[in-house]
């Protein structure tokens, strides 16, 4: 079994909280649970949390950050282990990411830049055609009229 095979993230909640330690900054649950309902409007029950956190610290991919003062944690922070593993689940669900943007992407009738928002469209011999820009439409309408 490989280390990626050993945790699964079937959530965008563990997603994020991934996202979350690879940012650097310093992290406790608490945060944690607070920027999952800031930036992801979702609330988690603070368990499903620290039971995910206390697994990623089990593999040895966090671990504490003690106050140099009676030895309290103050926060957790990623291992190289933990940088290496979440860099793994970024690559596998980067190729979902780039799979979904494809699937919309439109490509420039003139010339062949793809598209994926923002883009000139124009009715050309009674069909739609997509464009980057209105110069493209008039490049390619000019070239089609030379013809």
Known sequence: MTE????????ITRFYILLLLKS??????????????????TTASPTSIYDF???LKEKGYIEDIQKKKAGRVKGIKLTSAGDE?????????????EAAVESKLKICASCGVKLYDNYYTEV???KEMNFCCIHC??????SNIEH
């Open 85 to 97: 593993f979440i860099d793994k689940i970024f690559s596998r669900f980067n190729n979902l990411i």
């Open 53 to 55: 956190l206390k697994t």
């Open 137 to 142: 439409a008039k490049a390619y309408k000019n």
């Open 24 to 41: 650097k900054n310093r992290l406790t649950g608490y945060k944690i649970i607070n920027r999952l309902k800031e930036d992801l409007g």
């Open 124 to 126: 050309v011999d009674g």
């Open 4 to 11: 990626t095979q050993d945790i699964k993230i079937q959530s």
